[in-house]
T-cell receptor
């Protein structure tokens, strides 16, 4: 089982729609969680951190479910500019701290 | 504006060439990373440095040789590469090893011919 798993997509949704995707992680000791966005042929950029109580940043809402070991990202009122690959990132603090990237979920917003 | 800068942005090299990729971070971070991203594939962690010391080598072939002279600079020396090594090479840094937000440079596009 992969340490971090994401549905690769693509998710193809119309502009204005709400879209959500999940990311599951295997290690219950994981401690920090992030969503990154990567545009085609660009570097990944931090979209938002994911806090235990859930957090919102404009049209984006991130949730953490420790019991089921997944995080989610919800995008409301999607824009064409939201088209990108969304990467889930989990960090694990242990004797060898690790930052683990998911393989990404591709999102395409159509007019 | 990015706190992590990589040069060159694009590099074409022959299989017998020796070249280097350079990364510099202006964020005062202690951990630096090299990642490889091949076309339509996920990020692959190559090397990790913490306070200039290598802490992880993710089974990377010896034709890739990293160097970290100080906490702000990271190099990736390339020698006798193969065409399948053509990829986007991303440098990144974080305040502490594996503990904080990781910031990426814009990457170096490498083509091996």
């Amino acid at each position: 089982r992969k340490e971090v798993e994401q549905d690769p997509g693509p998710f193809n949704v119309p502009e204005g729609a709400t879209v959500a995707f999940n990311c599951t992680y295997s290690n219950s000791a994981s401690q920090s969680f992030f969503w990154y966005r990567q545009d085609c042929r660009k570097e990944p950029k931090l979209l938002m951190s994911v806090y235990s109580s859930g957090n919102e940043d404009g049209r984006f809402t991130a949730q953490l479910n420790r019991a089921s070991q997944y995080i989610s990202l919800l995008i409301r009122d999607s824009k064409l500019s939201d088209s990108a690959t969304y990467l889930c990132v989990v960090t694990l603090y242990s004797s060898a701290s690790k930052i683990i990237f998911g393989s990404g979920t591709r999102l395409s917003i159509r007019p | 504006e990015t706190g992590v800068t990589q040069t060159p942005r694009h590099l074409v090299m022959g299989m017998t060439n020796k070249k280097s990729l350079k990364c510099e971070q202006h964020l005062g971070h202690n951990a630096m990373y090299w990642y490889k991203q091949s076309a339509k594939k996920p990020l692959e962690l190559m090397f990790v440095y913490n306070f200039k010391e290598q802490t992880e080598n993710n089974s990377v072939p010896s034709r890739f040789s990293p160097e970290c002279p100080n906490s702000s600079h990271l190099f990736l020396h390339l020698h006798t590469l193969q065409p399948e090594d053509s990829a986007l090479y991303l440098c990144a840094s974080s305040q502490e090893l594996g503990r904080n937000t990781i910031y990426f440079g814009e990457g170096s596009w490498l083509t091996v011919v």
